[in-house]
């Protein structure tokens, strides 16, 4: 069965880090693309940035663009998000996700199976 577990989430403050992390089973992270997003109160869920399968290129949206960096590691089956330069706008609830046909920047969120349960992230001015 397909599973993934984020972690990492925690209260940090405005221009602190935080390193994400996205544990799967059921299935190797090289395989297929992985993607983080999140979602805060009252918002739209977002992608934030996702590593495409094999070669693993690698996208993130222009908000988080030099601040926020995804890589993977086959060894550990888990996918990380470093997140560096935190604003308060960053605070939301981060999930991994991933789907046998998805795949970044482009394909249609509806093509994500598999969710995270998500963890929390609160960046205090």
């Known amino acids: 069965q397909v599973h993934l577990v984020e972690s990492g989430g925690r209260l940090v403050q405005a221009g602190g880090s935080l390193r994400l992390s996205c544990e799967a089973s059921?299935?190797?992270?090289?395989?297929?693309?992985i993607g983080w997003f999140r979602q805060a109160p009252g918002k739209k869920r977002e992608g934030v940035s996702c590593i495409n399968a094999k070669e693993g290129h690698t996208y993130s949206v222009d908000s988080v663009m030099g601040r926020f960096t995804i890589s993977r590691d086959a060894a550990k089956n888990t996918v990380y998000l470093q997140m560096n330069s935190l604003k308060p706008d960053d605070s939301a609830v981060y999930y991994c996700?991933?789907?046998?046909?998805?795949?970044?920047?482009?394909?249609?969120?509806?093509?994500?199976?598999?969710w995270g349960q998500g963890t929390p992230v609160t960046v205090s001015s």
């Open positions: 059921g299935f190797t992270v090289d395989n297929y693309a």
């Open positions: 996700a991933t789907g046998s046909n998805w795949y970044c920047p482009t394909a249609p969120d509806r093509l994500i199976e598999v």
